[in-house]
């Protein structure tokens, strides 16, 4: 049997299925069973026979000419349902957007997928609206990213969206990884459409943080022909670095002609790598062992009973010198007591 790759509607994912079928091309429409149901793919690739099949479903069969009327037939499904979904939702205030709808090739089940600001108790809402449209319904609820994978749309590049294409993990992109790149950090150019920033700052993040091991930090303390100077930039790929000192003007030079500190001894920059991330381990470990002393100091203060001495003068639940005062006659007066018991004369007499 060969194996091919499928993909579906709304996914980047390529799932592998087993087939029987002869001359199938990337491109071509087939019919498999997935875990949400009966639904049309379209070939991504095909590969050589493989021994190794276990787990791997077969495909039904090629996309007939009935199954692809089928297929147009449950796209126009799918509006009708997404707009009787929010105007439900309307009627029940709850605040869900709808983005789009899939119908299964055999109408079994209708998926949904909607954006909120917060996690929203709907079982009610599907009940409703399973009564409603006489199938079952499954809600999904997506992101930013999501609904811009979904539609698709041309980027900045006059291309079309990665996450819409080829990119299937949603690996987070931070302003670290654009700063590792020495880019400037304009938001207008670095956010997609999305809202959030654009996937492919994260293509040459690995490259970057490579080229950029032996070179000192922006506003290190580096050693250049014997006078202590401040990094103003650098660039790894000229293998420059930009310094400047007391005695030294803004001046680029040549990686290998500064040196780094470390631990009071300067060193060649070429070659720095291993024993600077030790020092930088080492101070990472320190300060978050002073951290951890600082919260479990100020926990114990916290947790420490003390006495606060009264405010004269001051209205409040706060006694009075004179109650104090009073207080301390009935102690003394206990005492003596404890101290001195009662004799014949001093108790009470016996009514009976």
Known sequence: MDVVGIK????????????DEIGLRPGDAVVALTEKGIDIGHVTYTTQKVENT???????????????????????????????????????NLQMQFVVACYNLDRSK????????????FREFVRELSKKLHIKVELWQIGQRDETRLFGGI????????????????????IKDAKCQRLDINPQKKTGMCGKLMCCLKYEVDTYKEALQDFPEDGETVLYSGQECKVQSVNPFARTATVTGPEVSIVTVKIEEISRNYHGEWIPAIGSYEKMSEQKAERARI????????????????DKPGI???????????????????????????QEHHNHPPTEQDQPENPF
């Open 287 to 302: 300060s978050f062992e002073n951290a951890e002393l600082a919260k479990t100091r100020k926990k114990k203060k916290k």
């Open 54 to 92: 276990a787990g791997l479903k077969k495909l039904l069969r090629r996309a007939t000419a009935l199954d692809l009327i089928r297929f147009h037939e449950n796209m126009a499904l799918e509006n009708v349902a997404r707009v009787e979904a929010q105007k439900l939702t309307d009627s029940m």
């Open 155 to 174: 980027g900045p590049c006059n291309k079309v969206f990665c996450c819409a294409t080829f990119l299937n993990s949603k690996e987070s992109v931070t």
């Open 308 to 334: 606060r001495p009264p405010h004269h003068g001051q209205s409040g639940d706060q006694p009075s010198q004179g109650q104090f005062q009073h207080q301390s006659h009935e102690d003394q007066a206990e």
């Open 110 to 121: 209708v998926t949904l997928y909607f954006m909120a600001e917060k996690r929203i108790d």
């Open 8 to 19: 579906f509607r709304g996914s980047n994912k390529v799932y592998h299925f087993l087939t």
